[in-house]
Structures are given as C-alpha cells and as structure tokens.
C-alpha cells in the first residue's frame, strides 16, 4: 500500500502517525467531540474525493536536469484533518487507511499524468502495507494504465513509518512490483537501524540520504565522513543517492564534491500543485571547468541591481480593521483574482485577509452564524509578508520561499514611504528577478562576470535617491599598460581578475562591486568600517600581484618595455589607486555630480607612487570615520 504522503514537512513528530488515536497537531490528546469531528470529517473526504496532490521536484545533479517528482497528499486547507499525520493517524483509527492510501495514490497519479513531461513519480509506500495488503495487487498498475503513465517511470519509496518483520514477505512482494517495472528507494537512509536492514535485503535501485546529515556536513565532520561511506556503500550495489533537505548552494558545493546523483528541497523547490517548470539557477553556478566557484554570483547580481521598486504592483485596495468580514466575503465572491486584501489603518498594514481563510471559513458548517458578524481584524494574519520598495529582491525571495507551504505562493504586499503602496504575485517577483539576469548578462564583463556600467549606474541612482549614506571607491591600476605589453593580454586578464577577486573576497554586507572596463573598478559600501576593507584590498592586491611578474622583475621592482613612442624605458611595477567620496543625505543630486568629484580624487590618487587610498575632504564628509 502506497501512503503517497505520510511525512509533514512542518516536522511534526512521525511517530503520531501510528498511535492507536489521534492527537492534536501539538502533540495532545484529541477530545471525544473532536474525535467524532475527525471521523465525520475523514468521511468526507474519501466520500467526495477532496485530496490535492503536491509535488516536490527532484534534480539530476549532474546534468542540471529535472529528475523527478516526490507525491505529496493534503486535505483541504480548511479542514481539520490537513495536516498528513493527523490525517492518516484518523484514518488508521477508524479502519480506512487503505481506502485513504488508495485515494492518495489515484490523486497522485491522476495529477502527474496532467503534466507533459519525462520525469518519474515518485510514491511513498510504507513496508507494512506492502506485507499486510499485498493480495490487494492491481490497483496501482490500473491507475496507471487509465493515466497512461508506463511502470518504469515509477519509483515506490520505502518509508519507516511501521515496521515489518517480515523481510522475506517484503522481499517478494518487492520482487513483484520491480517484475512489473517499478523502481525501488529506500526513505530517509540511516534514521534507523531497519532502513539499514531493508538495503541490505532488497538492494534499492535508489537511497534517499535523511536531511540530518547534510546539514551537519561541515568541513570536517563526523556527518560528512558517514555521507562518504554512504556513497561508497551505494556504489557496490548500483545504487543511485537522492539527497534531501538541500536549503544553500554551500549543501550543493558539498553534494557534487562527493558525486552524489541527485538532490531535493527548498533551494530547488517546494512542494506546489504541478506545474511546468525548469532547474533554479543555482544549478547552473558553475563554470565551464566544473569548479565549484561560479563565473556569476546570480544571487549577489540581484541583491545589487534589483529592488521590489522594480516590480509591477496590483493596486488592491485594503480594507479597514473594522471592516464586516461580510463585506470581503461578497468582494472576493465579485473578484475572483484576489487572493489577499490587505487590512491597513492610516496607510500602515495591520495585517491580510486571505481568500482561501476566509471563503474556507464560510464553506464549514454553521461558517456563516459563526462569522458573519465578525470583522477584518478577528480574521487577518497579523504577521503577513510586507516588504519595502527599496528592499532587494534576493532579500523579498528568501523571505517569501521561506514561508510555509500554504503561504508560500501568497502575494506579498509593498509599502514605500507614505505607507501601502500595493500588492505584487510571486509570479512578478520572479519575473523580475528573471528580467534582471537577463539584462545583466548582456551588459556585464565577460571578463570578471561583475555588474557593467548600466548596472553601475542604476546603483548609483538608487543610492542617491534613497537619502542612506554610502561611500564610493574608484580603483584605476598603475602602470598596467606596462605590464600588459611585456607580459601579454592573457596575463594582463589575469592581473585585472586578480583584482576583481580580492574585491569580492573583501566585500561585506550588502557592498556593491563594478567593473567599469579595462583595468577601472567601482565599490559602493554601506559599511561603517569601509576604509578598513579597502586598506585591506591594497595590502592584499600589494601582496599578490607580485606574484604575476617573473623572478627577474620582482627583484628589480620595475619592468623595462617600451613607452607610447615605442622608446625602451623602465616601469614600476603596477599598483593600485583607490579615490574615496563619502556621501550623506542631499550632497548630491545624481550620479554626475558625484562621478566629477571623484574624478578629481582620482588624479592626486595618482599622483602617489604605490599603492593608495584619498579620501575626499568636504565638508560634508566631515562626520564620516
């Protein structure tokens, strides 16, 4: 039997699933009411069919390809019986945990077969069914057939949620199913001594490494050393890894350094209703040498080029906190493309109103005498996401991917300086973070994959038009000419790389780094201690570029070519010159006016042999460390 979603990704404790009786989500006892609410409840939803299938997708870490979907079964939002454990602990109580399952497994199938795609499905089956219910066959391979899905594109998935004793039963009931076509994984490898026992007996064509693992996998940890063990175990039984719970690029530094084939979770994606999609960037940061630095920072691009300003704003209209919830029932009814009304007091967001709370208010029984008097503020989510149109969009992201799974396709709501601004879809912030990227790699440097100068100037007018006070760093190299005409161009981009990674290396927060062309470099940073990170640019720049010249050279201190007149003459060696121009609120009105002044700081930067930083002196510095 196939328990299509046994696990909560609200890490609810697993064993509630198997107790003789429900319990509430936090653990306690359900009363004699609620237990017949449940069971009335539990009814209806294997009566009337109300199950909705979610699919989590799974990645070819190797080929940057969509892999596979893992099934994932809900009740309705608004029913008591949402949350999986709850959902089938009630089942088990009562007797319909096979006629459960089987609706799980229908849904699941019946949803997959809607998309067109190659990917396999992935079904959670709990060993103890595969024992106790194995002369109910059939069911699977009928929805299959009615779905027109083939077997091969099957994985059953071994979960741990019931023990079995039985490994030879197991064992021939698993040699059934893969006669048929079926691929086998084992679940959450290693979260108990059984699963061990299970790939042992059956030899998994799949394993699935527990979260736990990767993320106490440290440089050198106990975790990582079991992860290459694991790994090497699955190699001498043909058997693929399906690492979870991957949530930062650093997890999948560490999965592909260890070869393991394939990955899931939140960084990749979560669990939604199926819908055609292609692998997240973060798949693709890596060059084309296969190391696992990335040619582009996508993320840190966003972070410096894109603000929720940029973003198409729906104009909702909020609601006051004492608005009749009567009234936001008839207007959602009216627009059915609302899906939140923000509440709001004097232009300041109190909170929203979510169509899917409120209509799933109502559709309860007795919903209308128990609301219909109520108002906003009983019903809003007091804690709703409200961003500001200067906050950058890699920020909105990560905050609006790490909501829960209900919420986490809810719009998000906007706010600029006068208060809510209005509403904007998941969908605009991920076309406009897709915009951006787009227009960045066809302006950026192909040389150092750095922000180019539309980028540079979009950031400067941001930061001028926000009022918050920043520091504006212009580097120019010395004598690079020089260098690049004894040494060569390669070397030359070797020198101007060299310069663009110690930037990135020393940047901190949200510290912006551009490269204007050639040899010329611009750092926009918020930071207090910002003359500190650019002491430490040239102590290190001073450090490393010698490296580039020959022994010769170095010992010399200067390098002989020949001038612009083609005359043999010595040069020093290159150096860096660094122009500083500290701005507060109003000492410049664009970014003209603030290149001119840092031209000029530029030139007696220049004019200093070695090394060098010059910080403009006005008065309007003055307050600055």
Known sequence: MNFVDMRDISDIDQDVYYDTKPVSQDGSSISTAAEMSYESELYDLLRNEKITTLFQPIYDMGENTLFAYEALSRAPRNSPLHMPALMFSTAKKHER?????????????QNFSKLDSNAKLTLNVDPYSLVEFGSRKGMTVKFLDEAGIKRDRV????????KTNSYKKLRKAIDHYRGMGFSIAIDDLSAGYSNLRLMAEIEPEYLKLDKYFLSQAGAETVSLDFMKLIVEMADRISCKIIAEGIENEEQISVIRSLGIDFGQ????????????????????????????EALFDLPNIIAETGYVSAIRLSKVDSCAPDTPI????????????????????????EGVLSRDEVLGAFSQNYGHSLYRRALAKEMMNRDPLVVNQNDSLVKVSELAMSRSPEMVYSPIVVCDRYGYAGTASIRELLETITRIKIDHAKQCSPLTGLPGNLSIDQQLDHCIESGNPFSFCYLDLDHFKAFNDRYGFKEGDRMIRLLADILDLNKQGG?????????????????????????????????RSVELYEKADRDNGFIKTHDRKGNPCQFPLVSLSIAAVCSRPGAFSSRLELSEVASEVKKKAKKIEGNSLVVDQRNYNASVA
């Open 97 to 109: 945990l096979f006629a459960m399952d089987s609706l799980c497994r229908k849904k699941a199938i």
């Open 155 to 162: 994985i059953l998935e071994l979960t741990e949620y019931s």
């Open 326 to 349: 009567s009234s936001v029932l008839e207007r959602f009814r009216k627009h059915p493309e609302l899906q939140i009304i923000p509440v709001s007091l004097n232009s300041q967001v």
């Open 265 to 292: 979770g939140y960084l990749l994606g979560h669990p939604a209703e199926l819908l055609p999609i292609k692998p997240p960037e973060v798949l693709f940061l890596t060059n084309e040498s296969g190391d696992d």
């Open 511 to 543: 510290d912006f780094i551009g490269h204007i062309g050639g040899d010329d470099f611009v750092c926009l940073s918020f930071e207090n201690n910002w003359k500190s990170i650019m002491n430490d640019v040239l102590e290190e720049f001073g450090r």
